[in-house]
């Protein structure tokens, strides 16, 4: 029987921790520390069969900038279910319930996407970004091209120009 749990990452012991990491490197044919790093900080969403992790995403909070105002995002990283156990409700119970967080914390929600996984944000309401995508790096606004048609948003309380630029805040690793 699976148990869904949410714990911030202060609460996640060694093992847990562990147990994200190889998880998401079988999901994703392998992950950089800074790459996972920017899973941690935040809320986890862990669906668990028994003791064994079968499923993890978390919202961290990041600032975007749009349209003149800079906005406090909810961002999904990590969402990861085992291979065997896909297409089973699992990333739909996950984003449920980050989707509330985001909802009551954040000015919108947002997430990079692969072809494939796009497919369980748009069936949930998200958005694709249709305008350029860009990131405040130590260098000042750089595109980020590669990123254009992968990302996707939740609006909530800030008005959106879906044609617009999107301006993330740098950090290692990918940046959207």
């Known amino acids: 029987m699976t148990e869904l749990r949410t714990a911030h990452t202060a609460d996640l012991d060694a093992a847990t921790r562990t147990a994200i990491r190889a998880l998401m490197d079988a999901a994703f044919g392998g992950v950089s520390d800074d790459t996972f790093d920017n899973v941690l900080g935040g809320i986890h969403a862990l669906v668990l069969d028994g003791a064994e992790l079968i499923g ?3 919202v961290v909070q990041r600032r975007m900038l749009h349209g003149g105002r800079t906005l406090r ?9 085992r291979a065997d156990r896909r297409r089973q409700g ?10 509330r967080i985001v909802r009551s914390g954040y000015h919108l929600g947002a997430l990079g996407a692969s072809a494939d996984g796009s497919r369980l944000y748009t069936a ?20 980020t091209a590669e990123a254009d048609g992968a990302v996707y948003v939740l609006p909530v309380s800030a008005p959106l120009d879906l044609d617009g630029e999107l301006i993330c805040a740098w950090r290692p690793a990918a940046l959207w």
């Open 90 to 99: 699992h990333g739909d119970s996950m984003m449920s319930v980050l989707e």
């Open 124 to 143: 949930r309401g998200w958005q694709l970004w249709r305008g350029p995508t860009s990131a405040l790096t130590p260098d000042g606004i750089r595109r």
């Open 56 to 58: 993890h995403a978390s």
């Open 73 to 81: 995002a909810g961002y999904i990283e990590g969402v990861a279910v």
